[in-house]
């Protein structure tokens, strides 16, 4: 069946330093669409970026991702993390009537 | 703008008891679902419901029941709760049923803690 493997559980991070959250999926379905949602401590969950482009950069509120369907990847990533950053990431895929997350990767941004 | 409403924020009761959430959205949309976020944060989709009809029931403990008096509303209840069953309970919406590139919109979740 589909998944999607967020590697890293925790992510801690020095203010000023580039964030990359790593994401990579299997699905049998040909066009899925792949998607990054955030989820700061006491607020819902909500979209950040989503992308069904091959090798086409997709970018919001500072943070973007390339889905590389070769390599089945979609990698959050942005130049400078800020202490504001710092909150739940899911990765997921949709495909076929089906929404799977990752596990999710904590981002912890510190001074 | 939140507009995916769940009711209680929190709630804490025993072994056995009963409980019940309440969601409702505001956008418009036809399809309503039931994620369950775990201790370690996992989400697990429970139950889709598309224009107020049950679409998918994922292997939840029968329990668990849905209900849905519209497509606006979407509600859940446990009957007899555990003590697996403390968690995070999120209801979120999507425009319509099966179009991959929905986004979903949830609501703040409901907490659950079964002492």
């Known amino acids: 069946g589909d998944s999607v493997t967020q590697t890293e559980g925790l992510v801690t991070l020095t203010e000023g330093l580039p964030v990359m959250l790593n994401c990579t999926y299997q699905t049998i379905y040909s066009n899925p669409f792949l998607f990054w949602y955030v989820h700061y401590l006491n607020e819902s969950p909500r979209l950040l970026l989503k992308s069904s482009t091959d090798n086409k950069r997709t970018e919001h509120q500072g943070f973007h991702a390339t889905l590389h369907k070769s390599s089945s990847s979609f990698h959050l990533q942005k130049s400078s993390a800020q202490l504001s950053d710092s909150a739940l990431y899911y990765c997921a895929l949709a495909g076929n009537y089906k929404y799977v997350f990752g596990a999710g990767t904590r981002l912890k941004v510190i001074a | 703008e939140t507009a995916v409403f769940q009711t209680p924020n929190y709630h804490v009761t025993q072994v056995g008891n009963e409980v019940s959430f309440n969601c409702k959205q505001t956008l418009g949309h036809d399809t309503m679902y039931w994620y369950k976020q775990d201790s370690k944060k996992l989400l697990k989709i429970m139950f889709s419901y598309n224009n107020k009809q049950l679409i998918v029931n994922e292997t939840v403990p029968r329990r668990f029941s849905p209900q849905s008096s519209d497509k606006a509303h979407l509600n859940l209840r446990i009957k007899s709760v555990e003590p697996e069953d403390s968690a995070v309970y999120l209801c979120?919406?999507?425009?319509?049923?099966?179009?991959?590139?929905?986004?979903?919109?949830f609501g703040a979740g409901t907490r659950l803690s079964v002492l």
């Open positions: 979120a919406s999507s425009l319509d049923w099966g179009a991959s590139q929905n986004t979903l919109y």
